[in-house]
């Protein structure tokens, strides 16, 4: 696969010349092919891959049966806009999640394109079915780059930087994250105040949640905590909205997050690992609440594009027939048993966490957010061939995203990498 007439750094110097500044980029190796859990770049060096595209290929790089359905879709069209003329697969994919999604009331689905795309139709279909303006988030929260998506989002840094004012009526509460010394209690504490000081609750439309945070450093919800939330959305006609876009299609263990709390949103969106590496995300909630906007109000020209369609068709069957719930079990498992072999050696893991296979681990020295070691852990990993992705507020979090289809010797591999990374990161 080497591509000798363009290197890595050739091709890094006309990205710098090419490409807005903007589009951050974590590493210089360009891809020339992709199998399930490995990448070739064009200069032939192999990387495994820990990231799968932040979470987007749970099914691996080119999953044969996912190739297989995209490739009768490009035979058949590639495009006709639903809205012009639809097509029975999109309403066979909406089945599905309307089956699938937790909570045991009737259910319908939009699709859009990306993740952004499916938080801000959440809210505006929040917004039209209960007339209020009103949205709460939460620090450390991501929902997107668009406009409401970095509003709602609780990171200014690099989301919000520069970008002017925010869109209104956009709150922030504290997510509970007891490391940094935020209880459930004291999360609920602050919705109270907000109620109490600042916002009245019957203008709230809404409360988005997401069960595991991704960029914000990979900190489950208590099931105490969400539960809280839907008491609170109940009392107060509140539309509660999990965002699944990064926990959902296996990764923690179960199809999507919430079924770990056995609490049901009123509205769950869903992106990346739906679509296997295709573009594609969706709303998916109650009837009635999804029923609020106007014909046309909602939709988009690509939105559920064919090949997204039948590539979701083919995750969710790859997903069953394969077994990646329980997958995900057992290799977030063994990562974190390794992970916590190394605590002996490594005095700067501060916590170790997450559900099934979107696991964490944090780094920290005499208590303060090691970012510096985070990083100095990522490059060893990419110097020995394991693509690693960081994140959290304070830049010291490393998230473990490989595909749950990655076979068990490329894993254990994996492994010895990661162990001989983090012992070469200390100070």
């Given at each position: 696969?080497k591509d000798?007439?363009h290197t890595n750094?050739q091709?890094a110097?006309?990205?710098?010349?090419?490409?807005?500044?903007?589009?951050?980029?974590?590493?210089?190796h360009?891809?020339?092919?992709?199998?399930?859990?490995?990448?070739?770049?064009?200069?032939?060096?192999?990387?495994?891959?820990f990231?799968?595209?932040?979470?987007?290929?749970?099914?691996?790089?080119?999953?044969?049966?996912?190739?297989?359905?995209?490739?009768?879709?490009?035979?058949?069209?590639t495009?006709?806009?639903?809205?012009?003329l639809?097509?029975?697969?999109?309403?066979?994919?909406?089945e599905?999640?309307?089956?699938?999604?937790?909570?045991?009331?009737?259910?319908?689905t939009?699709?859009?394109?990306t993740g952004?795309?499916?938080?801000?139709?959440?809210?505006?279909?929040?917004?039209?079915?209960?007339?209020?303006?009103?949205?709460?988030?939460f620090?450390?929260?991501?929902?997107?780059?668009?406009?409401?998506?970095?509003?709602l989002?609780?990171?200014?840094?690099?989301?919000?930087?520069?970008?002017g004012?925010?869109m209104?009526?956009?709150?922030?509460?504290?997510?509970?994250?007891?490391?940094?010394?935020?209880?459930t209690n004291?999360?609920?504490?602050?919705l109270?105040?907000?109620?109490?000081?600042?916002?009245?609750?019957a203008?709230?439309a809404a409360?988005?949640?997401?069960p595991?945070?991704?960029?914000?450093?990979?900190?489950?919800?208590?099931?105490?905590?969400?539960?809280?939330?839907r008491?609170?959305?109940?009392?107060?006609?509140?539309?509660?909205?999990?965002?699944?876009?990064?926990?959902g299609?296996?990764?923690?263990?179960?199809?999507?997050?919430?079924?770990?709390?056995?609490?049901?949103?009123?509205?769950?969106?869903?992106?990346?690992?739906?679509?296997?590496?295709?573009?594609?995300?969706?709303?998916?909630?109650?009837?009635?609440?999804?029923?609020?906007?106007?014909?046309?109000?909602?939709?988009?020209?690509?939105?559920?594009?064919?090949m997204?369609i039948?590539?979701?068709?083919?995750?969710?069957d790859?997903?069953?027939?394969?077994?990646?719930?329980?997958?995900?079990e057992?290799?977030?498992?063994?990562?974190?048993?390794?992970?916590?072999a190394?605590?002996?050696?490594v005095?700067?893991?501060?916590?170790i966490?997450?559900?099934?296979?979107?696991?964490a681990?944090?780094?920290?020295?005499?208590?303060?957010?090691?970012?510096?070691?985070t990083?100095?852990?990522?490059?060893?990993?990419?110097?020995?061939?394991?693509?690693?992705?960081?994140?959290?507020?304070?830049?010291?979090?490393?998230?473990?995203?490989?595909?749950?289809?990655?076979?068990?010797?490329?894993?254990?591999?994996?492994l010895d990498?990661?162990?001989?990374s983090?012992?070469?990161?200390?100070?």
């Amino acid at each position: 696969m080497k591509d000798a007439n363009h290197t890595n750094e050739q091709i890094a110097a006309r990205r710098r010349a090419a490409l807005a500044r903007g589009v951050g980029v974590m590493t210089d190796h360009f891809v020339a092919h992709a199998e399930n859990a490995e990448v070739i770049d064009v200069e032939g060096r192999r990387l495994i891959d820990f990231a799968a595209g932040i979470a987007v290929v749970n099914t691996g790089h080119r999953h044969p049966r996912v190739i297989e359905a995209v490739r009768a879709q490009l035979d058949a069209f590639t495009h006709t806009c639903h809205q012009v003329l639809p097509y029975e697969n999109y309403v066979r994919l909406a089945e599905r999640l309307n089956d699938a999604v937790p909570g045991d009331f009737a259910k319908k689905t939009i699709f859009v394109t990306t993740g952004a795309e499916a938080c801000e139709n959440a809210v505006k279909i929040a917004r039209a079915a209960t007339g209020r303006p009103a949205v709460i988030a939460f620090s450390g929260a991501f929902h997107g780059r668009t406009f409401m998506g970095m509003s709602l989002t609780g990171k200014v840094v690099p989301y919000k930087k520069g970008f002017g004012a925010m869109m209104p009526d956009v709150y922030h509460a504290p997510f509970p994250c007891p490391l940094h010394g935020v209880t459930t209690n004291d999360s609920l504490a602050a919705l109270e105040t907000l109620f109490k000081a600042d916002l009245d609750p019957a203008r709230v439309a809404a409360i988005i949640v997401e069960p595991v945070q991704g960029e914000g450093g990979f900190y489950p919800a208590p099931t105490e905590f969400l539960a809280a939330i839907r008491a609170l959305c109940d009392a107060h006609g509140i539309v509660m909205i999990a965002d699944e876009v990064q926990t959902g299609f296996a990764r923690t263990g179960r199809l999507f997050a919430m079924e770990h709390h056995g609490i049901a949103a009123d509205l769950t969106t869903m992106a990346k690992g739906l679509g296997g590496g295709f573009p594609i995300a969706a709303v998916t909630g109650r009837a009635e609440i999804m029923d609020a906007a106007e014909p046309g109000g909602l939709g988009g020209t690509y939105g559920g594009n064919p090949m997204g369609i039948a590539a979701g068709l083919a995750v969710l069957d790859v997903i069953a027939d394969e077994g990646l719930c329980a997958r995900a079990e057992t290799l977030g498992a063994a990562l974190r048993d390794r992970l916590e072999a190394l605590r002996g050696q490594v005095p700067q893991i501060a916590d170790i966490r997450g559900p099934g296979f979107m696991v964490a681990v944090e780094f920290a020295t005499d208590g303060t957010p090691d970012a510096a070691m985070t990083n100095r852990v990522r490059l060893e990993a990419l110097a020995r061939g394991l693509l690693l992705l960081t994140c959290g507020v304070h830049g010291n979090v490393i998230r473990f995203l490989a595909p749950l289809t990655i076979p068990d010797a490329v894993f254990a591999e994996a492994l010895d990498i990661l162990d001989v990374s983090i012992l070469a990161a200390r100070p």
